[in-house]
């Protein structure tokens, strides 16, 4: 069965729509649904809870972390990694049993924005492929609980660009899946951003990482670079 974990910052205003999304398409599949919170100054752990899942806070800061702390304390065979502003197709249950059923033990979906522009529908076209560039979790990312353990979890040390590396390693080790499927991802990002602006942000990123750059380097770079959160 799957735990779905949740990494949260300062997402009380849309957490509990995504745990009932969640919860009413489960289909009773998922055994239990994880909310690991970074320590937010807001009511995020507490919406969560009033929502009827397990609402924790992460020891340390950090997606990596907290998707680490949650997956420690899973029960679930499957683990199952969903940002707070996406949402997977409603079918993700059975998409997820059937890729397992096929040997693919880690996966994600397509993309599909919230927005009606062109341009970003467009960004939304190249998820389908098996590029560096979309291995970020706004796809959702589900993996074997025993593969993830295998391979060590999240680097903790990583304060951005731990999704991207940890499917790097992962897909060396089993069968990666691209579902056909897009999951709805939020374009909050763009909303405050130009489209070119977070374009250049990305690519920085991704060319400062594939040169070593350090974490805190990449961060402020980006924090820089972009509004967002």
């Avoid at 205003?13 to 009773?28: A, D, F, P, Q």
């Avoid at 055994?31 to 009827?52: F, H, M, N, R």
């Avoid at 806070?57 to 065979?77: E, F």
């Avoid at 993996?143 to 999704?163: H, W």
Wanted: overall charge positive; some cysteine.
């Amino acid at each position: 069965m799957l735990t779905i974990v949740i990494p949260t910052y300062n997402e009380a205003e849309r957490i509990t729509c995504l745990i009932n999304y969640l919860k009413g398409n489960s289909n009773n599949k998922v055994k239990e649904i994880i909310v690991s919170d970074g320590g937010s100054t807001d009511k995020t752990l507490e919406v969560a809870k009033q929502a009827g899942v397990k609402a924790v806070l992460s020891p340390k800061k950090g997606r990596a972390s907290q998707m680490n702390y949650a997956a420690s304390i899973a029960s679930g065979g499957v683990l199952y990694f969903v940002h707070a502003d996406t949402f997977p197709p409603p079918t993700f249950v059975r998409d997820i049993e059937q890729a397992l059923a096929d040997g693919y033990e880690l996966g994600r979906y397509r993309t599909r924005f919230n927005s009606n522009k062109t341009i970003l529908r467009i960004n939304a076209f190249f998820t389908r492929f098996d590029w560096f560039i979309c291995y970020g979790g706004d796809q959702t990312l589900y993996i074997t609980d025993k593969l993830f353990k295998e391979i060590g979890g999240f680097k903790e040390g990583m304060l951005i660009m731990e999704d991207y590396e940890f499917v790097e390693r992962a897909r060396k080790k089993r069968k990666y899946k691209i579902f056909s499927k897009a999951a709805l991802v939020s374009a909050r990002k763009y909303d405050t951003n130009s489209w070119l602006t977070v374009q250049l942000a990305n690519r920085t990123i991704v060319k400062m990482y594939n040169i070593g750059a350090s974490q805190v380097e990449m961060v402020e770079k980006y924090q820089e670079m972009l509004v967002y959160r």
